[in-house]
């Protein structure tokens, strides 16, 4: 059991009427990793999680989460994960300390001595009633609810869409305090720095379907290289070139993005054209999901 | 004012059934009684001698208020339609305001209106042209309906105001109500408890014929335009007038306050929950208990009343020799005393009924607001869940008829020297009205399991009920038609051995509902608006 992952899906569908929203969804987050969950908006992130909470019931695919299944063994399951929407709501009424306690008693338990340490790191006025809250205050109050339950397992949406870059800080530590202690996180996040800083594994998707998982140094070696040269003469061959990306010409000076497996071919090139001065620069992360986020042409 | 008339029109895109539907009943209503009663009571003697019934029946006066010429066909539709339609009209209208007024801001999409181009006051001037119009039309429907029909034009007319103008005063209600709080819930509850009191005050003055008390209910005041018997007009202008201060007063009000917030400044809480605060029941009650607090001194009030007039009433009744006679015939005093006791428990149950629903669409209102999604991620149970809030609803019902019962009883009971007889009397014949009340909760937990989207197909149902409950023996509907409310299965009067069969039979058809509401929501995905 220690060894089996705490999310595997393969082949996850989902339609709501027309709209496609999971087409063939594929993710393993392992046992003790933070996995970074990555997408343009409208890729289906909030909507695998929701499905992992047994919020919504999958059309297809196979689902298992910590060993059991979402539908059917959700109340055992819940016990032993905590969730932090993308949008959270309170009860007006109810003040942001008795929404912590509440929402810890329902999973379980909460551990008191680690919700006051959390209340005070994210300086959170526990009681102030929910109607009176920021967002990011609002967020703070339903992390502060997770990270304070003794669970395996937290299932975070964005859970730093409203903080300030202060409590980003705050929240990347405890995150990192978090695995350390042996949790399990699925972190969905628009956020790259966050996303390098606190991930493990990443898993990229789009329209529904997994593009890309693995490690961010394995995602980097399949990336495109921007190459820039000076050359004793441009080689006509080189638009043809298999793998070549955005180039432009000027005079003698070429620059280019090149596709990982392409690089030698093109520095061969290059060398036989003659080559004045050559900078390399491997694609930044930046580049790397935005070329994963557009739609393939 | 800008961006008013885009808001406008986004506002009857947004209720492009649920207001014709409205408008459509309340005018068919009022036609379909008017047509009714010309059949029914073909002969002005007829006529005569029902309006003396009436006279002589404190209980139906209560119910819809005096009968001003019960000469003509279109006296006795007066007599018989204007509460009604009036009451809906006001209902109509508060659910509209609310609608677009105060649920707006809580969602956040006024501030989004808010930030285009749209003036400060667009959003309320909207909402208040909606219902205003919508109300125009149910006058001028209903005056070409009854006119129509060959009645005279000008009374025609009267009524149609008279129910329109009512609308006009509760649209202007319900935007006070709405800048005084913070939440939709809240605002149509304090719009919504305004048109209970109207009712009880002009029940209370009409049965008791005291006009000064029907006088201070604008419900009241439709009957007393007095259509097709000698129309008092300026009633109509009285109307427009309160309507208009209404507004004015709602805009001050709104100058005072910034978007999104109430007047009255929330209040701190505790910096951690009770140890009670630890299962769904405990949260459910801590939503509901405020609601059924106010629900249950509503009741406590109207039982009160009511169970202090009845005994009255014999004597009013009784100093008419020619009522007197009639009042023998009909089963002396007592009859008559319990016969309005049975019209208020019918009428505090249909009201309970509305607790019910809303008790039950709670979850509803949870699902929607993502909040259910929080407590669902948790160990608990969709059963358990729901559960939670089906047990408010049950029980609060049960509690709510419970303290009209009991408060009428004790009422009555002090004034006639047998209080504690009376008021267990009157607590086992409230009871006896629940199951009734439950089966509504059974609907709405039916609805809210099979389509979460048409929840208020409920307030529709209880519509339904309470129109066959006042129109079903004046229209002659058949039994096969009464007997689809649940109302007609729970006992009518007071003091016949009770006969448990329906109330049986109530009780499973609730389980029933409930047990298949419950199975549904436990199959189906959780939806956002
Ligand atoms: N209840 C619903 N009904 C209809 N369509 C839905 C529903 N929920 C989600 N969708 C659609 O499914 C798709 C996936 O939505 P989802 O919320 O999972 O995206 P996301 O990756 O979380 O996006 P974001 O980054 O903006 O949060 C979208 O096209 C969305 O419009
Ligand atoms: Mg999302």
Known sequence: MANSPAVLITGLTKHFGKVHALDGLDLTVRTGEVHGFLG?????????????????????????????????????????????????????????????????????????????????????????????????????????????????????????????????????????EERTRGRTVLLSSHSLAEVEALCDQVTIIRDGRTVETGTLAGLRHLTRTTISADLDHVPHLLNELAGVHALTVSGSHVSFQIDGEHLQTALRLLTDAGVRQLTCRPATLEELFLRHYQAVA | MNGTLTLVRLALRRDRVLLPVWIVVIAGLVTVSASAIAELYPHAGQRIALGVTIGATPALQALTGPVFDAASVGGLTAWRATTMASALAALMSILVVTRHTRAEEETGRAELLGSCVVGRQAVPAAAVAVAVTANAVITLLITVGLAGQGLPAAGALAFGAAVGGTGWVFTGVALAAAQLTTHARTASALACATLGLAFLLRALGDAAKAEALAWSSPLGWAQR???????????????????LALVAAAALLARRRDLGAGLLPPRPGRPDARASLAGPVALAWRLQRGGLLGWAVGFAIAGTLFGAL??????????????????????????????????????????????????????????????????????????????????????????????????????????????????????????????????????????????????????????????LAQLGELLQLDDA?????????????????????????????????????????????????
């Open chain 2, 310 to 467: 009845a005994h009255s009433l014999g004597d009013l009744v009784a100093d008419n020799p020619h009522m007197a006679a009639l009042l023998a015939r009909m089963g002396g005093t007592d009859a008559l005393t319990d016969a309005f006791l049975t019209a208020e428990l019918s009428v505090l149950a249909l009201v309970a009924g509305g607790y019910a629903v809303q008790a039950t669409l709670r979850l509803r209102g949870e699902e929607s607001a993502l909040r259910a999604e929080s407590v669902l991620a948790t160990a608990v149970t969709r059963r358990r869940w729901s559960l939670s809030h089906l047990a408010l609803a049950l029980g609060g019902s049960a509690l709510i008829m419970s303290v009209g019962g009991l408060s009428a009883g004790l009422a009555h009971g002090l004034r006639i020297g047998r209080p504690a007889g009376q008021a267990a009397r009157m607590l086992g014949a409230a009871l006896l009205q629940v199951p009734a009340t439950w089966t509504l909760a059974g609907i709405a937990m039916l609805l809210f399991g099979l389509l979460p989207r048409l929840t208020a197909l409920a307030w529709a149902a209880l519509v339904a009920f309470a129109l």
């Open chain 2, 225 to 243: 335009v007095r259509a097709f018997a000698g129309e008092r007009w300026w009633v109509i202008a009285l109307f427009a007038v309160t309507a």
């Open chain 1, 40 to 176: 343009p908006n409208g890729a289906g992130k909030t909507t695998t999680l929701r499905i992992l909470l047994g919020l919504l019931r999958a059309d297809a695919g196979h689902t298992e989460l910590l060993g059991g299944h979402p539908w059917r063994d959700a109340v055992e399951l819940h016990r032993r994960l905590a969730y932090v929407p993308g949008d959270v709501v309170l009860w007006p009424t109810l003040s942001g300390g008795e929404a912590i306690d509440l929402l810890g008693r329902l999973r379980g338990g909460l551990d008191r001595q680690r919700k006051a340490a959390l209340l005070d790191r994210f300086g959170l006025d526990p009681a102030k009633k929910g109607r009176a809250y920021s967002k990011g205050n609002r967020q703070k109050v339903a992390l502060i609810a997770a990270l304070a339950s003794e669970v395996d397992l937290l299932l975070l949406d964005e859970p730093t869409s409203g903080l300030d870059p202060l409590m980003e800080a705050t929240f990347r530590e405890v995150i990192a």
């Open chain 2, 481 to 529: 038609v009464m007997n689809l409310s649940p109302f007609s299965h729970v006992p009518q009067t007071l003091g016949r051995p009770v006969d448990a069969g329906p109330l049986l039979g109530l009780l499973l058809v609730t389980a029933a509902l409930l047990a298949a509401g419950i199975v549904a929501f436990q199959r189906r995905d959780l939806q956002q608006e």
